[in-house]
């Protein structure tokens, strides 16, 4: 999964065209890290078709580059959200693997 620059308090979109897992899978996992920040804050990955959670995966300072392995239910289409809580980062993503 490539890299993508977050707005504050949004949604990322991949760019890529095809979801991350193929169809069929029930869990992804993912070394995601959250870099080049502003401000400190947190973010999360959860379930294309699940509700936002009140939680984080991942909390940091300004200017900390911190990465943390996540296993997330897939949602819609195999697809996963990935959520910066505030102020713009460049969030990066790399699949580990999937539970079918």
Do not use: H
């Not at 909390?59 to 809580?85: D, Q, S």
């Amino acid at each position: 999964m490539p890299s993508a620059r977050s707005a504050p308090a949004a949604n990322l979109e991949s760019p890529r065209a095809d979801p991350i897992c193929p169809g069929g899978a029930r869990t992804f996992g993912a070394m995601v890290a959250f870099a080049f920040d502003e401000v400190p804050r947190s973010g999360s990955a959860y379930p294309a078709s699940a509700a936002q959670p009140t939680v984080s995966d991942l909390n940091w300072t300004a200017g900390e580059t911190v990465p943390n392995l996540v296993v997330v239910k897939t949602g819609t289409g195999g697809e996963v959200n990935l959520y910066n809580y505030a102020g713009s980062v460049d969030v990066i993503a790399d699949e580990v693997g999937y539970y079918m």
